[in-house]
């Protein structure tokens, strides 16, 4: 499966941004789909994940209550909903695949390409 992540930029603090993951190849309702981001000089991190129902979703802590995955199946797309960002969220953020409910940057297998957030305060 191919993933492409868009809906990145440029926002100021306690502002939204809509991710989108769009995939293309294989069955797309077989894949968990995780969002990941990695700020400069850091490791990459989980986010969040969502089952390839979307009945099952879970969150990093420090996201928890901001942040909602969610996914259209009839467009095989994947959706991070980002709400009040902090100048601390800024990083790249990636979407990645994988037919198993993983948490692990390692136990995903496909990955895209990654979509610059920029919050300033």
């Known amino acids: 499966v191919q993933l492409q992540a868009f809906g990145g930029g440029l926002v100021q603090a306690g502002d939204s941004l809509r991710l989108s993951c769009a995939a293309s190849g294989g069955t797309f309702s077989s894949y968990v789909i995780g969002w990941f981001r990695q700020a400069p000089g850091k490791e990459r991190k989980f986010l969040a994940r969502i089952s390839g129902g979307g009945g099952s979703t879970s969150y990093v802590d420090s996201v928890k209550g901001r942040f909602t995955i969610s996914r259209d199946n009839a467009k095989n797309t994947v959706y991070l909903q980002m709400n009040s960002l902090k100048p601390e969220d800024t990083a790249v953020y990636y979407c990645?695949?994988?037919?198993?409910?993983?948490?692990?940057?390692?136990?995903?297998?496909?990955w895209g390409q990654g979509t610059q957030v920029t919050v300033s305060s």
């Open positions: 990645a695949a994988d037919q198993r409910w993983a948490i692990g940057t390692m136990q995903y297998t496909y």
